[in-house]
């Protein structure tokens, strides 16, 4: 691997600093989401239970405890549940905007990581072809068919590495992007469902 690293040249040493990050978010990415990953049916009914018993203290408390984008939002609208309705939707936008930040944190990042690691490989193959074919020039009638094989080879190398570096980057990527909706879909349904359990439950 390392000879094959030494083959594909200068272009090889962007592709591994692309790779060395994109490992860094995914690894931070599964950490977080791991950690901070709530199971939304579960959540919610043991929140509705101390909601639809108007036990407001219990629910806040039971939300305090967690640390997940649901538990704040939900602690977010419990704490604000007597404000105006305008100061109610604002904290809530708020927060939300928040924990929206925390979700998609460093996918940007890795998007780009999988889209410019095969320019990064493509670019190599095309300036080792461009080196091959001068080297073949310069020969001129002693050009070995079997030199010309090997520049190219080794100038496919840097798009082969650009592939492998941005197809398990563009994976994770959309992976954690579609854990990010899906959390920022329950995270509106918390709030729906607290409204109207409370609604239903009003002295």
Same mark, same amino acid.
């Given at each position: 691997?390392?000879?094959? !690293?030494?083959?594909?040249? @200068?272009?090889?040493? @962007? =592709?591994?600093?692309?790779?060395?990050?994109?490992?860094? =978010?995914?690894?931070?990415?599964?950490?977080?989401?791991?950690?901070?990953?709530?199971?939304? /049916?579960? !959540?919610?009914?043991?929140?509705?239970?101390?909601?639809?018993?108007?036990?407001?203290?219990?629910?806040?408390? &039971?939300? +305090?405890?967690?640390?997940?984008?649901?538990?704040?939002?939900?602690?977010?609208?419990?704490?604000?549940?007597?404000?105006? /309705?305008?100061?109610?939707?604002?904290? =809530?936008?708020?927060?939300?905007?928040?924990?929206?930040?925390?979700?998609?944190? !460093?996918?940007?990042?890795?998007?780009? =990581?999988?889209?410019?690691? @095969?320019?990064?490989?493509? &670019?190599?193959?095309?300036?080792?072809?461009?080196?091959?074919? +001068?080297?073949?020039?310069?020969?001129?009638?002693?050009?070995?068919?079997?030199?010309?094989?090997?520049?190219?080879?080794?100038?496919?190398?840097?798009?082969?590495?650009?592939?492998?570096?941005?197809?398990?980057?563009?994976?994770?990527?959309?992976?954690?992007?579609?854990?990010?909706?899906?959390?920022?879909?329950?995270?509106?349904?918390?709030?729906?469902?607290?409204?109207?359990?409370?609604?239903?439950?009003?002295?």
């Amino acid at each position: 691997m390392i000879s094959l !690293f030494d083959k594909g040249g @200068p272009v090889m040493w @962007p =592709i591994l600093a692309c790779s060395i990050l994109a490992l860094a =978010i995914i690894l931070e990415r599964a950490y977080f989401f791991l950690r901070h990953t709530s199971n939304y /049916q579960g !959540f919610m009914a043991r929140l509705l239970a101390r909601v639809s018993d108007r036990d407001l203290g219990a629910a806040l408390s &039971f939300c +305090r405890q967690r640390h997940d984008p649901l538990a704040v939002m939900a602690q977010t609208y419990l704490e604000n549940y007597h404000q105006p /309705q305008d100061l109610q939707a604002e904290m =809530i936008k708020l927060r939300g905007s928040e924990q929206m930040e925390r979700l998609e944190r !460093f996918l940007r990042g890795l998007a780009t =990581i999988g889209h410019l690691s @095969p320019l990064l490989g493509l &670019f190599g193959t095309v300036t080792g072809m461009i080196q091959a074919f +001068r080297q073949l020039q310069a020969l001129g009638t002693q050009a070995d068919v079997t030199a010309l094989a090997g520049g190219i080879w080794e100038a496919l190398l840097t798009t082969a590495f650009g592939l492998l570096v941005a197809l398990p980057t563009l994976a994770a990527y959309h992976y954690f992007d579609s854990l990010a909706g899906r959390m920022a879909n329950h995270m509106e349904f918390v709030v729906l469902r607290l409204k109207e359990t409370l609604s239903l439950h009003k002295d």
